[in-house]
């Protein structure tokens, strides 16, 4: 590993100063505000009983998420997706990552009939915001689904959590790969990939983008070796924050 | 001046807790977050040096706002509005309330042809969610007008500032006129009423309303000293915070 | 109050003629059009029996408003909403206020479990159209519950009537406050004020903007002045017209 | 023609009776408030010095309708398409009838650059909304033109208008050709027919549709020779209106 | 009939090489590729058991059709009408025309409670393209009719299909009635019309537009002769393709 | 690599049949309508000389993509985006995702102001549209390019293409890794992975996704290993299709 200092002083394998704030929320069941860096992320999970309509009846639960920025969360100011009266397509795709990703570690049978939307708000971006709300998700989701334990919507002897997730992104900036990269980084990044990794090491998702030069085999294997070290550091502060 | 304790302890001439975080973003030209109990509204400011193109060579600028509650800063989780496709008629109407109440106090010759956006984001909700929006906006409104005057967008002897404004809730409950209406408070006043005030104690708007029992000529009276008692501690706690 | 005479002669306390075709319309269970002057206002009330699905079952009705203005009843013409594909917050704004402003004379029990729709199309505007709306709706209303009472959708010992309501303007021009703004006044005034007033002269709105300078308590409590006497006017209009 | 009185007495070759209000709003440049029985619509003709970019520079103008119905012009109240956030398919399709059966008859290039919009409301509806639409449009059209003219925006001797325009439903009920169907003829009808002739006596459009059985060419003739027949009287009415 | 050559050699009343592929989709339950010339419309018919809600338990079906033209069918790319955000008038007109002329052929008591949605997705236009849809659709319906026939959701006995159904464009170029207009020449038409005829020669919609001069009634007559001309070998193409 | 049959015989690592007819449009300056099985995708180029507005001057081109699916292209009929008013996320993910993916391989420079569109729509859907959308479209755009440069809006010297692109599907289905998943294999696959890979072989996106068990690093590998199999094979057919 090459070991150049970046714009913060960083190493390429070293993550920046995060810190996660559990139950920021008086009103959610679950909620975590989240901080990579200048990165803050408020993630809030709402938990009903019951399942809609069409999915009633099969005693599966269901996790859902949005996700969205405030209009001044970045450097210039960008319209409202409300005002503009549709959501863009990179809305959508990180709703739907931060979506699937919390669902691959929670069994909807132990979480019976139950909802869970998770929301998470980028209050200020500079870069990883999707990886940022994946990350604090999890707390949110775990502390909702205690609630609910204790609400006795959920079995007492029900596991809905079958494992932790955590997210980081990696690029590679002049061909060198780099973990966890502040905007200023990502823009300037010929390789981009966020990786989702549960707690004991296995890929959710890996995706990479050639924003410039397409990358190798090599290359690629490079950015999956810092992003799953990325990831243990993540994981070990989610669970310290849990309290597990 | 009934005494009746409140749920919070509080007389009914008393604000709750008011704290405002000034500067709490890296990235807007001015910002506060600004809380009335539990609730929690993040205002920024946007500068651009320009104005739309109908509004150009007219030598004035133009200062607009928007609001917005996160999906989960009320007890239960309200639908997105860029999610429904639309904005509701609530929030269209204290976005415009925001808009008018800051425009009362700039001098938008002074201001030249530079374009302020206010965006208030309620994080969390507790009641007199506008009000906290229009007293913190305008301690992101005044920061962003001296980032304005620094960058030289705005003349040195210009004045854009004619006064201040803050706005504080009042309302009618079981009868006895009472300041600052938590959420639970609110839901059950006769009549409710948002008064927006300048730093001189001037009004810019009064907007009362019965949810219940039609209100007599006494009784706006009485709210109306509320209002203006409240508004002087609001107007103070702006000076202090902006160290003028 | 000061006696200048307006551009129509009237004096500062004075309303426009004003008059009300009630039955105007052969499909509406209840309609009006109202004229102030050159403003004129379609009111229909369109009475259905039952209540929206959430509501059913609670032995209470629902009445609700909404607003619009033909594309050319102002001097230039304006893009149709339903063009546009959304509803300004002008619109949704005085929707509600109608709303509200009939729903405070409705008891809701005595009501039943019925639903009433007031539609209010402004034919052709020239200042003053929500006051109007208001002011002709409620005549709308009072015969759409006589079609139920007839129709035995209402008992006939209710009385879902709890009072009549009124609404009129008044504003402040070159310091001089006047009732019932036509457009040309309305665009010079100061502080535009609209009051919605129960036929036993209590208070259901009060919205009063500053969109020059600041108002005092002191003009405050003349522009109240001005518009209980108006209302008081409205309130025989409306009797006679209802034959009551 | 067989000779059977209809509901309201009329034979089957006979016009509702049709009234003309010309000059009905004191803002537009032309307009006119038609009656055909209880179908009554308000036509206004905005006249706009200039056209669209796109258009510009060709010395031609643009003349384009608009046709909508108030939520309760009709028997049981329907939803606004401004609240729905979009015009249904029947809307727009009356819209491009009436647009295009007033085009017919102007030369864009004596109107030279100028764009005149017709909006077509239907305050009461009760059958042949489109038909008494395009009838009535064709007076605030002419006298739209006309203000044109007199300011100088349409040169002394070009003259915009070929022909006049006028429209009339038919239909086949229970195997009879009946002209100027009312609703509850039109509901009915197993044939309806739109037809839109000049002042010459010539086509415009002709849109005849099977609701139940399909007609044979002999139907389609007695339709064609019922509606030529109405279309003269309604063309003698608009001669007398615009005192031609 | 006049007997100029057209610019593909055909005579004036000549219709362009027609072919429909039957059964092209393999997933719906009947589908048509249908070719006028260069015209391409790929048209589905969609078989649903049961019917909307409102329409349940009065024992008949229902069909419905929806048109559409792929971005880059024409000469010039459009912009989608999914990206629009809405469907433009034109779509809407088609969709409604196409879903009524085969509703006029089907006994919706014979089709029993099922519903069928007519998909006419145009893959390259070059004129005719509404008729073109309607004559390839009942190719796809009448499949559509017997697959349900096969699985048992139409009574054995029942026959949903009263007739056939075809439809073809004519118009006037320089004063001649030709059939079956391409692009280029359906640009230069001054009337325009579309035909919609069973087969067994009656009519279910005739619509005429003059695009430029207004017509006559002997070349309303012109019109009819091509267009039931053309239909007669239409359908008996259909008749070949179903095998029948 | 395990050799089970699949259930259409292939063995793991064998795409379905392939087959790319270019130039299926009349229309549209490049095209291709790609089959892998039954999955069949129209990909049309549209080269427009200019780019817009706010990319001028610049001397770069742009190259975007739209991807969607007939309603009926799947088993059972989806609404259309179009009728439903918003494009959902998946539709927004993958027209993002193919114009990543040609971008990759286009050097804008080259291109010159000049704006080429690819819409690629899925005319029949078996798994894996996404993937032969991207081989597809390439064949298209090459297309596209080379017409630009016959009509000269691309510099005779200039070589936008710097490299060809291809795309392919595979996954893992009960542990074991497969090539190119048809509908019935995806929907029971843990991991779905899709891969764009150029034609040197190197990565432009990889996005793999944990259905069900989240994947570990060796499986990455193999599933990586198949799709650069694949690719190459594609790779092979869009020269051959392209005669290079």
Known sequence: MTDILRADG???D??????????WSDQAEGS?????GRTKVLATASFTNGVPRWMAGKGKGWVTAEYSMLPRSTNSRMDRESVKGRIGGRTHEISR??????????DMKALGENTIVIDCDVLQADGGT??????????ALADALEWGREKKFIAQK????????AAVSVGIIAGVPMLDLAYTEDVRAETDMNVVVTGRGKFIEVQGTAEGA??????????????LGGAITLTELQKTTLGR
Chains 1, 2, 3, 4, 5, 6 share one sequence.
Request: overall charge positive; glycine content about 4%.
């Open 14 to 23: 070293q993550l920046r100063p995060v810190t996660i704030e559990r139950g």
């Open 214 to 227: 397409p990358f190798d085999r090599s290359e690629l294997d490079s950015l999956l070796d810092l992003a």
């Open 10 to 12: 960083r190493t390429n």
């Open 97 to 106: 990552l931060i979506g699937r990703s919390l669902r691959a570690v929670v």
């Open 130 to 139: 999707r990886t940022a709300a994946i990350t604090g998700a999890y707390v």
């Open 32 to 36: 975590a505000l989240i901080s990579f």
């Open 158 to 165: 029900a596991q809905p959590l079958t494992d932790s997730v």
